[in-house]
């Protein structure tokens, strides 16, 4: 005897609670500036969360996807709709939204800090990302998960050029990478593994106007500063740069 099947009807009235479940993205923008990785800002506008900043996000409408919409609240909130975003996780702790059940999925990005943002209806500013210290609802923690797969990209994924000049030099480079990771790098071990990952072309060209010894001038390869491309990350060998 064959079994009966059930509705979507039937499934969603024996289920209403379940999909009574908001769905929102977030997205955390890094950008970099005076030897400093900072991050994009909004003032929040619920009263629960007064005078508290929070990541840019918004709840997905009905008619959009998932991946869709964090390109769409960063278009609407900052004016850009050339950034790559990367996915980092999703968050779904019980009581994180004080309007009750909302699941959200974050995406990261690098941006030069130059960028002309357009300014909405709340403040949006760039801030220090060692400075911050609560955001509201969960966001501090997902900046911090944020931050955290940031740093163990930086190594395997040639992801952070669009953070500097066209032309730079390697300890101006160095002073970046000190940036994320939040350490100190030993220079000659620094420059060795940059040396083996072959993504800078050498312009045989010296600094000028600098109060230290010039460095040679790099740039990226052309590849490299715009979509980078994604492969499995590799933990122990941006944690080795340190070592």
Same mark, same amino acid.
């Given at each position: 005897?064959?079994?009966?099947? &059930?509705?979507?009807?039937?499934?969603?009235?024996?289920?209403? !609670? *379940?999909?009574?479940?908001?769905?929102?993205?977030?997205?955390?923008? $890094?950008?970099? +500036?005076?030897?400093?990785?900072?991050?994009?800002?909004?003032?929040? !506008?619920?009263?629960?969360?007064?005078?508290?900043?929070?990541?840019?996000?918004?709840?997905?409408?009905? !008619?959009? +996807?998932?991946?869709?919409?964090? /390109? #769409?609240?960063?278009?609407?909130?900052?004016?850009?709709?050339?950034? *790559?975003?990367?996915?980092?996780?999703?968050?779904?702790?019980?009581?994180?939204?004080?309007?009750? #059940?909302?699941?959200?999925?974050? /995406? *990261?990005?690098?941006? !030069?800090?130059?960028?002309?943002?357009?300014?909405?209806?709340?403040?949006? =500013?760039?801030?220090?990302? %060692?400075?911050?210290?609560?955001?509201?609802?969960? =966001?501090? %923690?997902?900046?911090?998960?944020?931050?955290?797969?940031?740093?163990?990209?930086? @190594?395997? =994924?040639?992801?952070?050029?669009?953070?500097?000049?066209?032309?730079?030099?390697?300890?101006?480079?160095?002073?970046?990478?000190?940036?994320?990771?939040?350490?100190?790098?030993?220079? #000659?071990?620094?420059?060795?593994?940059?040396? =083996?990952?072959?993504?800078?072309?050498?312009? +045989?060209? @010296?600094? %000028?106007?600098?109060?230290?010894?010039?460095? &040679?001038?790099?740039?990226? &390869?052309?590849? $490299?500063?715009?979509?980078?491309? &994604?492969?499995?990350?590799?933990?122990?060998?941006?944690?080795?740069?340190?070592?």
């Amino acid at each position: 005897m064959p079994r009966s099947l &059930k509705t979507a009807e039937i499934e969603k009235n024996s289920h209403l !609670d *379940y999909f009574n479940i908001a769905v929102s993205v977030d997205c955390v923008i $890094f950008g970099y +500036d005076n030897k400093e990785l900072k991050v994009l800002l909004i003032k929040s !506008d619920l009263e629960e969360f007064t005078g508290l900043w929070s990541l840019l996000g918004d709840l997905v409408r009905l !008619d959009e +996807d998932i991946e869709s919409a964090p /390109y #769409r609240v960063l278009k609407e909130r900052t004016g850009l709709d050339d950034v *790559y975003l990367d996915q980092v996780y999703t968050f779904g702790d019980l009581g994180r939204h004080p309007s009750g #059940r909302v699941i959200t999925t974050a /995406y *990261y990005s690098l941006i !030069d800090i130059k960028h002309q943002l357009k300014l909405t209806h709340n403040e949006l =500013h760039w801030h220090k990302v %060692n400075d911050i210290r609560k955001l509201a609802f969960d =966001h501090k %923690n997902i900046l911090d998960r944020s931050l955290e797969r940031l740093r163990e990209q930086v @190594m395997e =994924h040639p992801i952070i050029f669009n953070l500097l000049p066209e032309k730079f030099s390697l300890r101006e480079l160095q002073d970046l990478y000190q940036a994320i990771l939040g350490v100190n790098l030993d220079r #000659r071990n620094f420059r060795k593994k940059i040396a =083996h990952k072959d993504w800078l072309l050498d312009l +045989d060209e @010296m600094e %000028n106007d600098v109060p230290h010894r010039p460095g &040679k001038l790099y740039k990226a &390869k052309t590849q $490299f500063r715009k979509n980078p491309g &994604k492969r499995k990350t590799n933990r122990a060998e941006a944690r080795s740069l340190i070592d």
